[in-house]
């Protein structure tokens, strides 16, 4: 009991030197703060949307559009295979979320069975259970109709890898703005909550993020039909996206065909174009990119060439020479603001699935400031309420458990801002809980103090029995408590998983400052006045 070796007690102290460290930023005003050198704590805590205002957008994922493209892209696969073998077909097309198409000579069905078979790709496997699987199951009849449909698991797979994809673009785009502090977290199964503190106005933010951003280089179909307003197969429909002359969107038919992906851009920017001073957004491209890109523009030389983000034809310029250098400008009707924001879509990467905004909250920063006063309030109340309560309980060793309870809040603030936590209501709501829970295990070791030493121990006995003894069951119902904890934040969001946090480590703080902390006070003490009594 009274032994403890000395770097114990350097430990001890210095873990509660960083808490107050840690902790003092938050006491300071932001200006005050910017000035600290960087190898000094300068971190505060983050405060939650509840508590500084802000926008909260739930985005959900439209992962019913990634069974459609799976589907037409699904299409044109055949489509080319079938036109590639010879095989002659009927009604190609989509029906009940499969792929259908009648092979017009009975000879060439199992052959063509044998050429469509080879598009099922296997699966990852892993959490969706597709191991051993394909994406598409082939189904050929005696009537010679072939039937392609996605499987359940790769749907299940796709669906999965979307959700991720989109949660990492939408971060991509929300950081290029330069938002500070915005919290971005998946909720259920395809949901988005974004929450950023300090945005008022969430329009241009949310008009990010409502596209989907999927840049194309697509040529033209210049072939007679095309040229009389009939859409060919292999070809589609799209509209630009300004009105022309006459007050409405210009009609192009182009080719499904994708010449070049916006997946190849490794840069754009927003610049002026040094002819007209018109904003414009420059691109550059990989070396795939730049390969393929150069080989359809030499080939392809006086024929106009249409670049489409999100179906929509921004412009198509007639190329008039072959572009080698693996970069080029983007032109249309652009703001400096328009172009920026398509120079930032585009650097972010396209979504895989458009994302809808279902549910929008603006939260002003006054009821920020009204919980914020009513949360200290209430700890200040609590705190007091307990720091007396333990004094008059325990006397001089109720006084040791509240400068363990003191150094425990450093220990709370100083670890949310050395992690850069978000505190939230709830969060507060968990401090103030803490407050109570971190005197439970000094409450604990006290009062078995008190029993041993009334049972005729020794005062050094009873001190020493009293941890022994209290260790297990603390140990056991903050444990328990962590493990709630646990299970809360991964099945909550937001503020849950604040509180879940605060709670946390209010835990793991007050087992240190209790069983450690306290016990290290008692000991000097006790060195210092061998007491013949104990003040309990």
Not at 245 to 265: E, T
Not at 341 to 360: N, S, T, Y
């Amino acid at each position: 009991m009274l032994y403890f070796p000395k770097w114990k007690i350097a430990l001890i102290l210095g873990v509660c030197l960083l808490g107050i460290l840690f902790t003092m930023p938050n006491m300071l005003p932001s200006a005050v703060v910017k000035k600290i050198p960087n190898w000094l704590p300068n971190q505060q805590v983050r405060l939650g949307l509840d508590l500084r205002g802000g926008s909260y957008l739930l985005l959900q994922v439209d992962v019913g559009s990634l069974t459609k493209d799976q589907l037409e892209n699904l299409v044109e696969n055949v489509r080319e295979t079938l036109a590639k073998a010879r095989i002659g077909y009927k009604g190609l097309g989509i029906v009940n979320n499969a792929v259908q198409v009648t092979i017009r000579s009975q000879a060439d069905v199992a052959r063509a069975d044998k050429l469509l078979q080879a598009l099922a790709t296997p699966l990852s496997g892993g959490l969706f259970g597709g191991r051993g699987q394909t994406d598409i199951t082939v189904n050929a009849g005696a009537d010679g109709a072939v039937t392609l449909k996605p499987t359940e698991a790769a749907l299940d797979e796709r669906s999965e890898q979307a959700v991720q994809q989109s949660i990492a673009i939408v971060r991509r785009r929300i950081d290029a703005t330069g938002i500070n502090e915005p919290e971005i977290q998946r909720q259920g199964n395809n949901q988005i909550l974004v929450q950023l503190p300090g945005l008022k106005d969430p329009t241009r933010i949310k008009r990010l993020l409502g596209k989907t951003a999927r840049l194309t280089f697509q040529l033209l179909d210049s072939s007679p039909e095309a040229e009389a307003g009939h859409v060919r197969p292999g070809s589609e429909l799209l509209y630009s996206d300004h009105n022309g002359p006459n007050g409405k969107p210009i009609p192009y038919i182009v080719r499904r065909q994708i010449s070049v992906s916006g997946a190849d851009l490794t840069d754009a920017q927003a610049t002026f174009d040094s002819q007209n001073g018109e904003p414009v957004v420059s691109f550059r491209l990989n070396a795939l990119g730049a390969q393929r890109f150069a080989d359809v523009t030499r080939n392809n030389v006086g024929k106009p060439f249409a670049i489409v983000l999100d179906n929509k034809v921004i412009s198509a310029p007639v190329i008039r020479e072959p572009i080698l250098g693996g970069s080029g400008q983007i032109s249309g009707n652009f703001t400096v603001q328009s172009a920026n924001d398509l120079a930032i879509l585009l650097r972010a990467g396209a979504l895989p699935a458009p994302l809808r905004v279902i549910e929008e909250r603006t939260v002003g920063p006054q009821l920020g400031a009204d919980s914020i006063r009513s949360g200290v309030e209430a700890s200040i109340i609590g705190f007091l309420l307990v720091v007396g309560y333990m004094t008059v309980s325990y006397g001089l060793f109720g006084i040791f458990a509240n400068a363990a309870l003191i150094a425990n809040l450093f220990l709370i603030l100083g670890v949310m801002s050395a992690l850069q936590a978000t505190l939230t209501l709830p969060g507060i709501a968990g401090i103030l809980l803490t407050t109570g829970m971190a005197v439970d295990a000094n409450v604990l070791i006290n009062e078995r103090i008190r029993e041993e030493y009334l049972l005729g121990k020794s005062p050094l006995a009873a001190m020493e029995a009293g941890f022994a003894r209290a260790f297990t069951t603390i140990f056991d119902s903050n444990s328990t408590t962590l493990i709630k904890m646990a299970i809360l934040f991964a099945l909550g969001a937001g503020p849950v998983r604040g509180f879940a946090v605060t709670i946390s480590i209010g835990i793991l703080t007050s087992m240190f400052t209790a069983i450690l902390l306290t016990r290290l006070l008692m000991v000097f003490w006790y060195r210092r006045r061998r007491p013949a009594a104990l003040p309990v």
